[in-house]
């Protein structure tokens, strides 16, 4: 595997392909896959395209677009431009008047899913305040003092901690996790941890911290599909899963640190040198205090009125005011810091519309009419707890790309057969958890594990490859157990 991109060389343009080791543009294997990805899509058109001229609506054709979209994501096309090829071809099966096309594509914005992808703009926006006013700083510090860091497993758990909590606050691994880095990486290089442990450390505490953000998308999108609140998820699905990993992490990063020890893999002198602190003062801490309390004061409102899903875009943007405000900011800048975490979202929000119109078009299509019709009585007879394990290994290798997008899909195309052969909200939970966010622990590499390795300066993926396992085992065995119970 190449290393990752630095970003001191600065950002390779969008869209443009990434130069391999030595800096040339790829050859003929980009070429190759690209021609696979194009021809792909353009044979799915054209069967779509046949199809909705001979057939009509209910039809099991209008599983072509699943099947395209599954396919084009699984052969490594960008997800949103499979989202869109996907759109195409169903539109091309149905058929729609221009009128009634552009009534779909008008209603789409009305959506949950288009909220959803709503939501994760307001969440980078609130991101970008806290990163500004210096709150998210003070999170990381704040555990580190709380929990202490003067020796090797308290600095462990410290670590953990402090990366679960920020994650948690801003909804987002690759982002807090970036913040965290330069204040981490010099506690644990002075007490002689090696690089690969580092990683371990904050992407354990990573993963379970994004588990368990109360408004991250993908969390909201789970919430939303099995129509639960926050307490109901964090109790059956999330809960256990952060513990687990934390718990599995105090015994895992010492074994990580036994083995890489004297190999190597140490930090040099330079990174035991913490980095200035500019923005100290009586305004950061009553910006980290206004942050804290306003959102707990959100949970807890989302908890007692069991607010729905559209509770993020008020909670979001008086989050990010109040931590402003405090922070010594004005209204306007506060407003252009939003404006500009949100436009780093811009094309998430852009997948959740086209998704949005995609579920619209396939549902006029109905094709799981036409299976319940005929196979009704066959999937009633399904055991629950067999249904509920082949939806979630279906989840777990399944369309690669955004987890709150992969949720939706998943509940939109299988939500519907688990009621009716009785799946219960709580194991719809796990089953939705399970499926959108473990393979983030394995059994392949993945995005958020070189970015905790780049970010903790460790070259070694095969270490936290093997970190990954040694969560994914016990969790997936874990929720079996939950499972066993609950159908």
């Not at 943007?317 to 209204?331: E, F, K, M, S």
């Not at 399944?398 to 799946?423: M, N, R, W």
Request: hydrophobic share 55%; proline share 5%; charged share 10%.
């Amino acid at each position: 595997m190449s290393a990752p991109h630095d970003p001191a060389a600065g950002p390779t343009a969008p869209g443009d392909p990434d130069p391999d080791a030595t800096g040339k543009a790829p050859g003929r294997g980009y070429l190759a896959k690209d021609r696979l990805l194009s021809g792909s899509a353009l044979v799915g058109l054209v069967v779509a395209v046949v199809a909705g001229i001979t057939t009509q609506p209910p039809t099991l054709w209008g599983l072509l677009p699943i099947v395209l979209y599954a396919a084009l994501a699984l052969l490594g096309m960008d997800i949103t431009v499979a989202t869109a090829v996907a759109v195409i071809s169903a539109v091309l099966l149905l058929l729609p008047t221009p009128v009634e096309a552009g009534e779909m594509f008008g209603a789409s914005l009305g959506e949950m899913v288009t909220m959803i992808g709503l939501i994760i703009m307001l969440g980078a926006g609130v991101g970008e305040v806290l990163r500004v006013t210096g709150v998210a700083d003070a999170i990381v510090q704040s555990v580190l003092r709380v929990v202490g860091s003067t020796s090797r497993i308290r600095t462990v758990l410290g670590v953990m901690l402090a990366c679960l909590a920020l994650v948690a606050s801003l909804g987002t691994l690759a982002g807090a996790l970036a913040i965290a880095a330069p204040i981490l990486l010099p506690v644990v290089a002075r007490l002689g941890f090696t690089r690969s442990a580092t990683a371990a450390m904050m992407f354990i505490g990573g993963c379970a911290g994004l588990a368990i953000a109360p408004f991250a998308g993908s969390n909201v999108a789970i919430m939303s599909a099995a129509e639960v609140g926050y307490l109901q998820y964090l109790l059956y699905g999330a809960g256990p899963l952060a513990v687990l990993s934390i718990v599995v992490g105090l015994v895992v990063v010492p074994w990580v640190q036994r083995r890489t020890e004297n190999t190597g893999d140490d930090y040099d002198e330079a990174d035991v040198v913490a980095p200035e602190r500019t923005d100290e003062g009586a305004r950061r801490g009553l910006a980290t205090a206004a942050f804290a309390v306003t959102l707990l004061a959100c949970i807890g409102y989302a908890i007692v009125t069991a607010a729905g899903t559209s509770f993020p875009l008020i909670a979001l943007p008086l989050l990010a005011i109040v931590t402003g405000l405090a922070g010594g900011l004005r209204t306007m800048t506060i407003a252009e810091l939003v404006i500009r975490g949100c436009a780093t979202q811009i094309k998430m929000f852009l997948l959740f519309w086209l998704l949005a119109i995609f579920f619209l078009v396939v549902d006029e299509l109905k094709p799981f009419d036409v299976i319940l019709a005929t196979f009704g009585d066959d999937l009633s007879g399904m055991s629950p707890l067999l249904f509920v394990g082949v939806i979630a290994l279906i989840g777990w290798v399944g369309v690669p790309g955004a987890t709150a997008a992969q949720v939706v899909l998943i509940d939109e195309v299988f939500g519907g057969l688990a009621a009716s052969i009785g799946i219960g909200v709580n194991a719809w939970v796990i089953v939705l958890l399970f499926a959108s966010k473990i393979d983030t622990y394995g059994p392949f590499p993945n995005g958020n594990m070189v970015g905790a390795m780049g970010l903790a300066r460790s070259t070694n993926l095969r270490n936290l490859l093997v970190v990954g396992w040694l969560l994914l085992i016990p969790a997936s065995v874990m929720y079996a157990v939950i499972l066993f119970f609950e159908v």
